[in-house]
């Protein structure tokens, strides 16, 4: 009789026990169902944002060539003076140079010196030849060369020259120090050399803008 009895309230009890295991895995299909959903809906919004900003990418226009143009020449020029140039409203104008800065296309402003009424100096460009030419002996070599402020441009160029420096010392002895440094065998260079520039004939005055759009202006 016992035992009969017990049955009803081990059911009940078995029946209680398997709602409380079953729940929170039910309940965990649901939430990850709606996770998974949630998940592709801001993916996909991501993803859309991702095609607005390439369809968005800034197109130059002659107009933006004009504004560029003018502040390669003189880039403290006011906003009022710079529309009056180009032909457009301040307001317009000051649009534009906005939308080139947050662009990138103008990335910064800087000042011209005249180095020779500052201080003495020498200039060279010097010629790199590295002993390997694995990506890890490229990395080496430009770690240790953009630290070195003497080093004002540094180009990879092809041929039997792999980089092209552009360097300022204050005179023959400070490059002998800047030699001694890359003559280190740990920079992994075979061999350079330097060459003294004489004269600056002709300056950088800005890029040719025009001209270089001139055949796409065709297409």
Known sequence: MKSNALVPEISRFQRRI????LFPRAKMR?????????????NSQGL?????????????????RKIMNRLQLDARISNVHLADAVHLSPSACL???????????????????DLAKICSSVMLLVEVVLENHREADFERFLGAIRKRDEVLECYKIGGRIDYLMRVVCRDIDHYNELSDFMSRGELGIEKFHGHVVLALDKTFRGYPLDLLAERQGRE
């Open 18 to 21: 398997s709602a409380t295991t």
């Open 30 to 42: 649901r939430l990850d169902s709606r996770s998974a959903s949630s998940w592709r809906g801001s």
């Open 48 to 64: 859309g944002r991702s095609r607005r900003r390439i369809v968005a990418r800034h197109i130059v226009d002659e107009m933006d």
């Open 95 to 113: 649009e534009r140079v906005r939308a080139l800065e947050r662009d990138a296309l103008i990335r910064r402003y800087i000042a011209d010196f």
